[in-house]
């Protein structure tokens, strides 16, 4: 793994007990030394880490912070327009030099000693620099022209801003490839805006979530909610794809094209009689792409969700937190030409997605209930035999967990095991 120029090991006493994909350690979740070698290797090797949306800044001086793994990050609008990432470190004494998760600023000033930065991170001004009354002050061989806060390389994708911390990582089109960039470019095909954000912990490691995303077998059985309406079904069409890598994939369902009533919206329906929506309106679907994808759900490796739920439209930044915690926050978006009628009914769409979701609030518990459970035994280890061993795409089925299998790949050639 050297030609990745990534900067630590992983843990000197874990093993991959196996040759495929198709079991995976319960340590893998649980260990200290796994996650801190995860830190290097992953969020800080050759990977695109989500950090923000481009119309989160569309003015110079604009910011916003996040995270790239756990390390903390600026993202902001240069005033050339450009946008530019840097670790929220103070080069002096370490301090977090932005602590707002968004605002406007002409300049960065760390609030410990008042050092402070342009808009690229550059260091420009000491406070008491030439001390006072002559005496004291920054020491003359201290060259400030030479000092910054730490740049990521950034790239921007149909509005979505990606930041790397390594000089090895492929442009963005050719690290996912062509077919995956395909989605991105129809979910958002033109400029997007922000209608909303949600927040949650979850009370896992953040590789549970990041499976729970590639497992698309598991949407008709874990989630009532979708099978009982017919937002998917085992049934439907669709399929699996994947990154020539695996690392990334698309999960996406296809609906009947004599579902849609004459408006172009979704016929509601139950497939059990009992069961009754007093108000329909979070389950139409407005065809809007061209296609009858009622559902689709991207990952891009590490920890990027896009997701199309009807019209519910969102990125899904998961944030590690340690080894038995992590963050999701999911960002919800529209485009900027959105009539009043179809933003509102993204609005109650989204009523189906988030922490509460009527099809999300089940994957904040899993997670929780498999980090529990792994603690029994870490040498013990989940089984993924669903679609065989093989990392491969699927048509007209979902009932596999290849992609999974898929991250795995790309986990263990990443954390060399």
């Known amino acids: ?191 997007v805006k922000v209608l909303g954000y949600h927040s949650q912990i979850l009370p896992n490691n953040w590789k549970l979530y990041v499976e729970n995303n590639k497992d698309a077998y598991h949407a008709s059985l874990l989630h009532v909610f979708h099978n009982t309406f017919g937002v998917v079904r085992p049934t439907m069409g669709g399929g699996i794809k994947l990154s020539d890598n695996g690392w990334h994939h698309l999960s996406y369902t296809v609906k009947n094209a004599d579902s849609e009533d004459a408006t172009g919206k979704e016929k509601v329906r139950s497939l059990q009689d009992q069961y009754k929506l007093n108000d329909v309106r979070m389950m139409e679907h407005k065809l809007e792409f061209g296609d009858f994808t009622t559902n689709a759900i991207q990952t891009v490796f590490p920890t990027l969700v896009v997701q199309q739920i009807l019209n519910a439209l969102a990125v899904r930044q998961l944030v590690p937190k340690g080894v038995d915690k992590s963050e999701l926050i999911w960002t919800i978006l529209g485009f900027e030409d959105d009539d009043a009628d179809m933003q509102a009914l993204r609005v109650q769409v989204n009523n189906l997605v988030g922490p509460a979701g009527l099809i999300s609030m089940e994957d904040g518990c899993v997670g929780g209930w498999v980090q529990t459970a792994a603690k029994a035994d870490p040498g013990a280890q989940t089984v993924m035999p669903m679609g065989g061993r093989n990392i491969e795409p699927t048509e007209g089925s979902r009932v596999t967990e290849s992609a999974v299998r898929g991250f795995w790949k790309g986990w263990r050639e990443l954390m060399g095991v």
């Open 1 to 191: 793994m050297d030609d990745l120029n990534v900067k630590a090991t992983a843990a000197p006493h874990f093993k991959w007990l196996h040759g495929d994909m198709s079991q995976v350690p319960f340590q893998v979740y649980t260990d200290e030394a796994l996650y801190a070698a995860e830190q290097q290797r992953i969020f800080q090797g050759p990977v695109w880490n989500f950090i923000a949306l481009e119309c989160e800044i569309p003015n110079a001086g604009d910011f916003k912070t996040t995270f790239a793994g756990d390390a903390p990050i600026i993202v902001v609008r240069a005033e050339d327009g450009s946008v530019k990432a840097m670790v929220n470190r103070c080069v002096h004494k370490g301090s977090l030099v932005c602590y707002k998760p968004r605002g406007t600023v002409k300049e960065f000033t760390c609030v410990y000693h008042n050092w402070t930065y342009d808009l690229s991170g550059q260091l420009t001004g000491v406070a008491f620099r030439r001390g006072v009354n002559g005496v004291g002050g920054l020491d003359p061989e201290y060259d400030i022209k030479k000092n910054r806060l730490q740049p990521l390389r950034v790239e921007i994708f149909n509005g979505l801003v990606f930041g790397t911390f390594s000089d090895k990582t492929p442009p963005f089109r050719e690290y996912i490839g062509g077919d995956l960039c395909a989605n991105i470019e129809r979910v958002f095909p033109r400029k």
